[in-house]
């Protein structure tokens, strides 16, 4: 059993982003659910983990996977540095002025780094 609560995959074959994708499948995850023990901490034996049918992805497919898994990453980092910067924003504004706020804003996001 994964006493520990977590099993380390080393992925063979198979990208990591992709085997991360493929693991959170909707589908898949009724598949851990059949193998799963307990109610209040739900586990799945290393075994039964990797016994889980995977299958062969053609490599442009795979690199399709990975293109779009790490532009979320990205996305999802621009996105908590903006919060962030907005955040900051509003208490500037609270503290000093609109201006001071905006200029906060534009040095937190230049034109630039947009993209």
Known sequence: ??????????PQGISGE?????LRLP????LMDLHTSATMYPAISESDLLALPIP?????????VQDAVRQSAH?????TRLLDAAKRAV?????DSEAAALAH???ANPPDAAA
Do not use: D, K
């Open 91 to 95: 208490e500037i504004a609270i503290e």
């Open 56 to 64: 062969a992805i053609a490599p442009s497919v795979q690199a399709q």
């Open 27 to 30: 589908l898949v995850c009724e």
């Open 75 to 79: 996305a999802r980092q621009r996105a």
């Open 105 to 107: 804003l534009a040095a």
């Open 1 to 10: 059993m994964c006493s520990s609560g977590f099993v380390v995959l080393q």
């Open 18 to 22: 992709v085997l991360l994708t493929f």
